[in-house]
């Protein structure tokens, strides 16, 4: 390869000219480092040397003619140090100070062996059959969330897309509204899973958050996924890692505990009284069972034994994944009754894709402004029922049963609720001891 040597210089190697064909420069500071120009004009920093007995050309990135001489290549943290191999195979632009530094460190790769620019191929290779985020989690779809009988399978589709990936437009809600992405939220389906990192998935999360008005609870949800998504595939041993949201936290959230409180149950069931007829039996079944919206409103007809007063919600539907038997109370089999004869599968039947009536939040809506409470939300019947439970003495156990809690950990909100009966009794029989003894106050 013929070639004229000169010093790189950005004025010197700015002023070069193409010529009819391509040309060869040869840096008389740095051994083996080579400019080449095309005759278009493209001017590129090379590194021409033998290696285990032939010559290996290694492209090290692109002549930049408005890079400053003096800027340098990162040298990252003593914790976390930049290596300049990882600017082969990327097209950097650079500099001749830039150059020549990566020359340095290519070259002595290739003495100790290596041959930066076969592994930056073999990466890139590697990369291009890797999966994306929306293939991994296809398979985590198909192979994990169907077989394991999840009743959110199809759900976590939109919930995918919503927070983690796609949404196209015009896709439409079942009432008629267009899907959208959650404020704030990335889209990463076309993402190779070895590209995602951890300061990202924390920007990401913190833009979500932010983007939700410091609420954090698509955040987590969206970190949530990602990690099992990921964690999977790495079981299945589709991808090496190592796994971005390792070490990564979610943020706080806030334990609701909210209920229908004693003081605000006259308004609401005088309020109640004057609501349309199915939402009167909805919140009945709500308040009477504790079980959960969608559970009561895909309620069937088969699924109830008013024989053995027990209703007996299928596993295929059920949060947890396994059939859940709930007791009938009297009030819930009066209003089951009261439904009987509606000549349909469903006990709130509708004219709906699923074929039963769905959230029903404009009357929930008008439910509350009539009854003048505006922070209750449907699910807190649910936990209406389990709060009325503790507070008349019910133990922890009993309520998850009641409430179809597979963890312990689901029912200690209502920890305290308990436990106040049982001060209250310690209370009065503390005062009648002391009664008992005529001591009006106790000593320090």
Not at 44 to 62: E, I, N
Not at 231 to 245: H, N, Q, S, V, Y
Not at 291 to 317: C, K, Q, S, Y
Request: with cysteine; charged share 25%; proline share 6%.
């Amino acid at each position: 390869m013929a070639s004229e040597q000169i010093e790189f210089k950005r004025a010197v190697l700015k002023a070069i000219e193409p010529a009819g064909k391509r040309t060869y420069y040869r840096d008389t500071k740095t051994p083996g480092l080579v400019l080449s120009v095309t005759p278009a004009g493209a001017k590129s920093f090379q590194l021409v040397r033998k290696f285990q007995g032939t010559v290996a050309r290694v492209t090290l990135g692109h002549f930049d003619a408005e890079k400053p001489d003096s800027e340098e290549i990162p040298r990252g943290t003593a914790a976390s140090p930049f290596d300049p191999l990882a600017y082969i195979g990327n097209a950097p632009k650079l500099n001749c100070r830039q150059a020549r530094s990566l020359a340095t460190a290519v070259s002595a790769a290739m003495d100790r062996g290596e041959n930066p620019a076969a592994k930056a191929a073999a990466e890139r290779k590697a990369r291009a059959s890797e999966l994306t985020l929306r293939g991994a989690f296809d398979l985590y779809h198909r192979d994990h969330l169907i077989p394991a009988g999840r009743r959110k399978a199809d759900a976590m589709q939109d919930t995918f897309a919503r927070l983690l990936g796609n949404v196209p437009p015009g896709q439409k809600k079942l009432r008629g509204k267009e899907k959208r992405k959650s404020p704030g939220a990335p889209d990463w389906e076309t993402r190779r899973l070895s590209t995602i990192t951890p300061a990202e998935i924390r920007r990401a999360m913190a833009s979500m958050k932010v983007a939700a008005g410091g609420s954090p609870y698509a955040a987590n949800m969206a970190l949530v996924l990602l990690r099992a998504v990921l964690r999977k595939t790495m079981a299945w041993g589709l991808f090496e890692g190592p796994d971005p949201t390792a070490g990564i936290a979610k943020f706080p959230e806030t334990e609701r505990a909210r209920f229908l409180k004693g003081e605000e149950a006259p308004a609401f069931f005088a309020a109640l009284a004057k609501a349309p007829e199915y939402l009167r039996h909805f919140v009945l079944l709500a308040l009477a069972t504790g079980a959960r919206r969608a559970n009561i409103l895909g309620m069937r007809w088969v699924d109830l034994d008013f024989h053995a007063g027990l209703w007996t919600v299928p596993g295929e539907v059920s949060k947890n994944g396994t059939a859940m038997v709930i007791p009938l109370t009297g009030m819930a089999v009066d209003v089951l009754k009261a439904r009987l004869g509606n000549g349909s599968p469903w006990v709130f039947p509708a004219h709906s894709a699923s074929g039963h009536m769905r959230d029903p939040k404009r009357a929930w809506r008008a439910l509350l402004q009539e009854a003048g409470l505006d922070d209750l939300r449907v699910h807190d019947l649910r936990r209406s029922l389990g709060s009325w439970a503790a507070i008349q003495g019910a133990s922890l156990a009993i309520i998850g049963a009641a409430l179809g809690h597979k963890s312990p950990d689901a029912t200690r909100i209502y920890a305290r609720l308990s436990v106040d009966p049982v001060r209250d009794a310690m209370e009065r029989a503390t005062a009648a001891i002391l009664a008992a003894g005529q001591v009006t106050k106790t000593e320090d």
